[in-house]
């Protein structure tokens, strides 16, 4: 079972499905640090990216789960962060390569977008799959 602690935020958007994968991420055997939204009242995404790329880029989580409605506002949001590379996925595909490529420590993912049993396998992926390292080394040490 994984000792680690994992970051969860989301906007209104992104609420129900930030639900889904806390219970998922508890049943893996995770840590779940939750930093809201807390209910589907309207609230800004970038508040919550941020809130993520804080607690993943100071080191209270390993890595991080954001949602927002297509995903896109709160990766963009968590991305301004430095030392935050957080990937928005779609399928399985993109959290694999988001992981072995670009060594992402954010998963972004869209509640109105993503449906919940590929959002799950997108989270499982992204968790059990290593950075390849290599060639990667010196793009993603670019990012920085
Ligand atoms: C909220 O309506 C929506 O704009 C937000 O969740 C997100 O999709 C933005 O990128």
Same mark, same amino acid.
């Given at each position: 079972?994984?000792?680690?602690?994992?970051?969860? +935020?989301?906007? $209104?958007? =992104?609420?129900?499905?930030?639900?889904?994968?806390?219970? !998922?991420?508890?049943?893996? /055997?995770? &840590?779940?640090?939750?930093?809201?939204?807390?209910?589907?009242?309207?609230?800004?995404?970038?508040?919550?990216?941020?809130?993520?790329?804080?607690?993943?880029?100071?080191?209270?989580?390993?890595?991080?789960?954001?949602?927002?409605?297509?995903?896109?506002?709160?990766?963009?949001? +968590?991305?301004? $962060?430095? =030392?935050?590379?957080?990937?928005?996925?779609?399928?399985? !595909?993109?959290?694999?390569? /988001?992981? &072995?490529?670009?060594?992402?420590?954010?998963?972004?993912?869209?509640?109105?977008?993503?449906?919940?049993?590929?959002?799950?396998?997108?989270?499982?992926?992204?968790?059990?799959?290593?950075?390849?390292?290599?060639?990667?080394?010196?793009?993603?040490?670019?990012?920085?």
């Amino acid at each position: 079972m994984p000792s680690e602690t994992i970051a969860v +935020a989301s906007d $209104h958007a =992104g609420y129900e499905l930030k639900e889904v994968l806390k219970r !998922e991420l508890t049943v893996m /055997g995770y &840590e779940v640090l939750d930093l809201g939204a807390d209910g589907a009242e309207s609230v800004d995404y970038p508040d919550f990216g941020r809130a993520a790329a804080k607690a993943v880029a100071s080191g209270r989580s390993s890595r991080g789960i954001v949602v927002c409605g297509t995903g896109i506002g709160i990766s963009i949001a +968590a991305n301004r $962060h430095p =030392g935050i590379r957080a990937a928005l996925c779609h399928d399985v !595909e993109t959290a694999r390569l /988001g992981r &072995e490529h670009n060594d992402a420590n954010l998963l972004a993912l869209g509640g109105r977008t993503t449906d919940p049993e590929t959002a799950k396998a997108c989270l499982r992926t992204f968790l059990e799959t290593p950075y390849e390292g290599g060639r990667h080394d010196p793009r993603v040490a670019k990012l920085a």
